[in-house]
């Protein structure tokens, strides 16, 4: 059983969240995206499960929370003192693996059951990023900023990288709202 830091906060998320404040990283998932990535990890047990954007390894740590006993964890990050130190974060545990590089290093594991598309590849390359998935295969994608409308809207514009992954035809995906000013989209690949 996972030691709990804070009320439902997993030791390891509240150690990363410790490394990011001292660290002044400050891009890491919040809670509420976080409790999705359990949930998202622990709904496919035997799974691969991946994480492009390791940062201080808050993600990381919330996706190892609801990790399965046949589950793999891999994750990757372009700074190498971050991969560095959230590898050795994760060195205790051989379902986890930390790749100190471009987000492209992760394609040599896919296809993956979870993406948690946080860095690379989430802009730069999005049909890659559904390509990775194995049929049934989770997609989590968050900071959008919420949109009421339809097509959804940024900046006045329409926001056609949410809008390829919303309509994306082997995707069945939805936006849903994480806090009262941010928003993820999370999308299954059809089988």
Known sequence: MTTMARRGVPE????????AAETGFTKS????????LRLAAAAKPDGVVAESGTGA???????????????RLVTAE??????????GAFSDDARVRVLDGDWRLLERHAPFDVFFCDGGGKR?????????LAPGGMLI??????????????????DELRLFYLTHPELDATEVLTTPDSAAVLAVRRG
Do not use: I, N, Q
């Open 141 to 158: 994608l968050d900071d959008f900023t919420p949109s009421p409308h339809w097509p959804p809207v940024f900046e006045g514009e329409v």
């Open 12 to 19: 390891r998320v509240a150690a990363a969240e410790r490394f």
């Open 124 to 132: 730069d390359d999005p049909r890659r990023v559904v390509e990775l």
């Open 78 to 87: 372009r700074d190498p003192v971050l991969a560095r130190r959230t590898a």
């Open 57 to 71: 390894g808050v993600g990381t740590a919330w996706l190892h929370s609801g990790l399965g006993a046949g589950a």
């Open 29 to 36: 998932c919040t809670p509420e995206v976080g409790r999705l």
